[in-house]
């Protein structure tokens, strides 16, 4: 227990206001209850992660006007698939805090195609109007995605 104490004192920054914060919780409420609340936060976080992976899919179809099944079935033909699975890749990666893989299992890709794909939307200048077009789409999903992260904020 002193070489916690002595290694708490010599911390700095987020991991010293964390260990505070868990010390000053666990005085409140016990140790017990601390474990609780820390689980049920994890569990909350996961939630609203699949939420938002769900919610990205769906605006992303409704946008493209395709279904969920012609997004993750990869031998599915449709205009512009290519360009629907980096955006949706793109958009989970970045708002989602989920690996690479973890889309590509999830868009039933491999995962050096959905790389691929991602590299592609994050290298998009505004040069042509093809690009305008699909950088503004990005944006407006992207405005979507934020309207929806702020409310389930709001909700917890």
């Known amino acids: 227990m002193i070489i916690f104490v002595a290694n708490f004192v010599l911390m700095k920054g987020k991991s010293y206001q964390l260990f505070g ?3 000053n919780t666990i005085d409140c409420i016990g140790v017990d209850n601390t474990i609780k609340a820390l689980k049920l936060a994890q569990k ?6 699949k939420n938002l992976q769900d919610f990205i899919i769906d605006i992303c179809c409704q946008k493209y006007s395709i279904s969920k099944k ?26 989602c805090q989920i690996s ?23 290298q ?5 109007k093809k690009n305008d077009e699909l950088i503004n789409e990005i944006k407006q999903l992207q405005e979507l995605i934020n309207d929806f992260k702020n409310k389930i904020i709001d909700n917890e």
């Open 21 to 23: 914060e868990m010390i």
């Open 124 to 128: 998009l200048d505004a040069v042509g």
């Open 44 to 49: 909350n976080l996961k939630d609203n992660r």
């Open 70 to 95: 012609q997004l993750i079935d990869p031998k599915e033909s449709y205009n512009n698939k290519n360009i629907i699975v980096a955006v949706v890749a793109f958009l989970l990666v970045k708002n």
């Open 100 to 122: 690479q893989v973890s889309v590509s299992l999830l868009l039933n890709r491999d995962n050096t195609v959905i790389s691929k794909k991602i590299k592609h939307i994050s």
